[in-house]
């Protein structure tokens, strides 16, 4: 069985979705990458665009070994019944990818609680620290009012009576 912590180090995060590239999954099931692109070609209509996808050229810049495709966890399961005699590899490799997509998007959801969590924290230590936080109401001196603390209509009606 392939092991998810090997899938999970190929596994790339690309329009929203963990997928795995086409190079990757060519070696995890013993072929060529050439052979899987000429299968989804070949295939075309089997192959959606949202489970099996060519990557632009910038975002193949910004992956190693710059693959030409990238599979999604359905995309690979699409595979099975193509590519006589491999379905053991493939039947193998899809839980393992499932374990490593869960572990990934797992590590997406605590760093945006980390990220949440370290927010509260410095809004925390500048209130500790007499800082002013952006957004956060003005405090006002309990008792003592001065005439610009006072609303637009009762300014006016006080410089009236003191220039009486």
């Given amino acids: 069985m392939a092991a998810p912590v090997e899938i999970l180090s190929r596994l790339l995060w690309i329009r929203d979705a963990a997928a795995l590239p086409d190079q990757a999954l060519a070696d995890q099931l013993g072929l060529e990458a050439k052979a899987l692109a000429a299968l989804v070609t070949a295939h075309a209509d089997r192959f959606p665009e949202a489970l099996v996808f060519h990557l632009t ?6 992956t190693p070994d710059a693959p030409v495709m990238a599979f999604t966890e359905a995309g690979a399961a699409l ?14 490799l899809l839980p393992a990818f499932a374990e490593a997509r869960h572990v990934l998007t797992s590590h997406a959801e605590l760093s945006l609680r980390v990220a949440a969590m370290e927010q509260k924290l410095e809004m925390i230590l500048k209130l500790l620290q007499g800082e002013e936080i ?26 009236d009576t003191k220039k009486r």
Avoid: C, M, S, Y
């Fill in 57 to 62: 050229a910038e975002e193949r810049q910004n």
């Fill in 79 to 92: 595979l099975t019944g193509l590519i006589p005699g491999h379905e053991p590899a493939l039947l193998t």
């Fill in 134 to 159: 952006e957004g956060a109401p003005k405090e006002r001196p309990i008792g003592f009012v001065t005439e610009e603390d006072l609303p637009k209509g009762l300014k006016t009606r006080l410089r």
